[in-house]
């Protein structure tokens, strides 16, 4: 299973808005409902952002959306703030039964 | 409040083994399937392994299936990953998480896996 395919790295500046692409397959992102989005600070444990493809769990800001469109899960952040800088992760169920991660995104908040 | 403690890492040399432990706490374990998720040093996020919520059903990536065995004890309140065969590739931080209803809303720290000679 090949790992989500995301940019390595994208910036924005303080208030921007920035969109995070995570490009699958048909039997992974284009297959399933069960698209997540982490966010991980340096030395931390991830913290899951987004879940079923554009659910927020209670707690997180909705300056954090996820949409999908085909093989291609977006994770997009609105406002963007000095807290936001981190590395993210896509996941997605596979449609064998197990799981797959993106190589993850570092975005650099300007 | 849910916690997740990873314990049971640390150096190990190439073809050896290791036995991580997830400890749960503050949540009905037996209730959620739970995972595997490993970083290596300056890497990213792999999911490893899954396993239901009575132990009757696991699934495990490419890369480690035939070498790693999951496992859980209910009674105890704890997830086990069985390492075997193992090779520098397998050097990472080992996170266990909660799976409710296909997300992994909860993580623990992370336990260092260290294999060298």
């Known amino acids: 299973q090949s790992a989500l395919t995301q940019p390595a790295s994208v910036s924005g500046s303080l208030g921007q808005s920035i969109t995070i692409s995570c490009t699958g397959t048909s039997s992974d992102v284009g297959d399933s409902n069960y698209v997540s989005w982490y966010q991980q600070h340096p030395g931390k444990a991830p913290k899951l952002m987004i879940y079923d493809v554009n659910k927020r769990p209670s707690g997180i800001s909705s300056r954090f959306s996820g949409s999908k469109s085909g093989n291609t899960a977006s994770l997009s952040i609105s406002g963007l703030q000095a807290e936001d800088e981190a590395d993210y992760y896509c996941c997605s169920y596979v449609n064998t039964g197990s799981w797959v991660f993106g190589g993850g995104t570092k975005l650099t908040v300007l | 409040e849910v916690q997740l403690v990873e314990s049971g890492g640390g150096l190990v040399q190439p073809g050896g083994s290791l036995r991580l432990s997830c400890a749960a706490s503050g949540f009905t374990f037996s209730n959620y399937w739970m995972h595997w998720v490993r970083q290596a040093p300056g890497k990213g996020l792999v999911w490893v392994s899954i396993i239901n919520t009575d132990g009757s059903v696991t699934r495990y990536a490419d890369s480690v299936k035939g070498r790693f065995a999951i496992s859980r004890d209910n009674a105890k309140n704890t997830l086990y990953l069985q390492m075997d065969s193992v090779s520098a590739e397998d050097t990472a931080l080992y996170y266990c998480?909660?799976?409710?209803?296909?997300?992994?809303?909860?993580w623990g720290q992370g336990i260092l896996v260290t294999v060298s000679s």
């Open positions: 998480a909660r799976d409710t209803n296909r997300k992994k809303d909860y």
